[in-house]
């Protein structure tokens, strides 16, 4: 059993930076079996999509319309991820959800909301 909890959501300016982090609690072997985290997003009226995610080993993977942008990283010994978001624009708000992959099955944060102004 894992738990994921979601911080660093605000409001800023277009063209302003945010940090994101996740940070997974739970039992040592539970959270030694995550694989991947990422981030994921929802604006209102939109499905859930994918930001960006990392794998255990460091690799990256970002979606287009961030890339250049935003930056995932990991900090394996804390249990958490972290979102860089640079050149924010208005199309990024949205309620960011942290995730991670573990052996079986997907454990989800309680989301956190960037509102990035215009």
């Known amino acids: 059993q894992v738990q994921l909890v979601e911080s660093g959501g605000d409001l800023v300016q277009a063209g302003g930076s945010l940090r994101l982090s996740c940070a997974a609690s739970?039992?040592?072997?539970?959270?030694?079996?995550?694989?991947?985290m990422g981030w994921y997003r929802q604006a209102p009226g939109k499905q859930r999509e994918l930001v960006a995610y990392?794998?255990?080993?460091?690799?990256?993977n970002y979606s287009d319309s961030v890339k250049g942008r935003f930056t995932i990283s990991r900090d394996n010994q804390k249990s958490t991820v972290y979102l860089q978001m640079n050149s924010l624009k208005p199309e990024d708000t949205a309620v960011y959800y942290c995730?991670?992959?573990?052996?079986?099955?997907?454990?989800w944060g309680q989301g956190t909301q960037v509102t990035v102004s215009s």
């Open positions: 990392i794998t255990r080993g460091g690799s990256l």
């Open positions: 995730n991670a992959q573990g052996l079986i099955k997907a454990y």
């Open positions: 739970g039992s040592i072997f539970s959270i030694n079996s995550i694989n991947n």
